[in-house]
Every structure is written in C-alpha cells, then in structure tokens.
C-alpha cells in the first residue's frame, strides 16, 4: 500500500482528508505533518490537532516550526497589529498567508522523501478557489512536477483530493467517516472558544447547517 503525507490542522478539510486516507490506506501508511507557521491560531489548532491524533493512536507526529512567517507580517492571520476580519466585511483575501502553501508542501516532500511515502496530499477544496491561489489546481499540478523534478525517485505526487468538493461536501463525507467534529478547530482566532464571525467560522457553520447537522463545537453567543 502507498504512504501518504497529510498536512493536518484539525480544521475540518483536512481532518476530513486525513480520516478518508485511514480508510483508504491504513493507518500505518499515513503520515500527517503539522505546522507552526507563526499565525494567531495555530497555537489552539496544533492542541486540537494533537490531541485528535492522541485519540487515533498516531505517535511521534512532526511538527514544523516556522513562525518566521508570523514575523513577515503579510496576512491578517499572523499580523499581530491587524485583525482578523469578520466574514461580513468580505475581506478573506487579507488572511492568505503570502507562499503559505508552497513551503508547506516542500516540507511536505522533505517528509515523504524520508518516510518513502509517494503522496504529499492538503485539504485544499472548491470553496478555498476565489481567495487562495495556492489552492487552486494550477499551482498544485506543478508543485507535484516540483516534487518530482526534486528527487530520483520519480514517483512523488502532491494531490487536493478535495480540490473540487465544497465543504457543504466535506461534511457530507467527514459524516459518513464518522470524523468526531467536537475534536476539530476552525477559528482563524484562535481564543478559547470558536468567534463564529470569521471567514472560517461562518464557512463551517454554513456547511454543517446546509447538510442538517449541528456543529458540536461551542461558539462565543
Ligand atoms: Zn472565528
């Protein structure tokens, strides 16, 4: 069976992604990758992201550490003097983290190629199309010929199987793998509970609401 690399945040996309690879592969053979990339919620999603691999049984899982990009100042995620928009002002673009995606996913193949997996895989989805460029299927299709370019081994991928799934879709999924969404973390905010204003926010509950289902998490009232 192949290995995979996941790139795993414990938002719901790539929870969801990482739970279908289970399915799909085996535990064994799948690898999720966690990153400190130096924004105001990655503190809270890497203690829900480890806290969900804990519950899976995963040990030992790396995190990447490269707050640096918190220092650059170039999103409102990581911009300590800016603040994170509320999804009414209908400025989500201002929360893209400049080359976010790219340097992940090189840390991504850095890991595949050592671990001898053949995917780098990330929960890029439809929705993330308008305001994130590196989540669109261009940029993915070349960082894979990167990947390959990079090594002697010729047979490293990096795939969004969600690239063309809305969340409205991924819930549907995350539902019938029994993702538990009480374990996961979405908050751009990342406080002690979920603002359910923020861009992420108002998209999860938006798509848990479409497909019927209460989000389980708790949210400021
Ligand atoms: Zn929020």
């Not at 966690?34 to 503190?43: A, D, E, P, Q, T």
């Not at 063309?164 to 995350?174: A, P, Q, R």
């Not at 029994?178 to 861009?199: F, I, M």
């Amino acid at each position: 069976m192949e290995k995979v690399v996941t790139l795993f945040s414990s938002g719901m996309d790539s929870t969801t992604l990482l739970y279908k690879s289970i399915r799909d592969k085996g535990k064994e053979n799948v690898f999720p990758l966690l990153f400190n990339y130096g924004s105001k919620h990655n503190k809270k999603e890497n203690k829900t992201a480890y806290s969900l691999l804990e519950y899976l049984g995963f040990k030992k899982v790396p995190l990447v550490e490269i707050p640096i990009l918190g220092s650059f100042g170039g999103s409102t995620l990581t911009d300590s003097n800016r603040e994170i928009p509320s999804a009414k002002e209908g400025q989500q673009r201002t929360t893209v983290v400049p080359g976010r995606n790219t340097i992940m996913l090189a840390f991504g193949i850095s890991y595949a190629e050592s671990v001898g997996a053949t995917v780098v895989e990330f929960g890029a989805c439809a929705d993330d199309y308008i305001s994130y460029p590196d989540c669109r299927e261009i940029f993915i299709e070349h960082m894979a010929t990167v990947a390959q370019l990079g090594s002697d081994r010729k047979v490293l991928s990096v795939e969004a199987p969600f690239v063309n799934l809305s969340k409205i879709e991924i819930v549907k999924l995350g539902e019938e793998l029994s993702v538990p969404w009480d374990r996961t973390w979405t908050c751009y905010k990342g406080e002690e509970l979920a603002c359910g204003q923020c861009d992420a926010d108002v998209e999860r509950l938006q798509a848990f609401e479409a497909n019927g289902i209460k989000d389980p998490i708790e949210y400021v009232s």
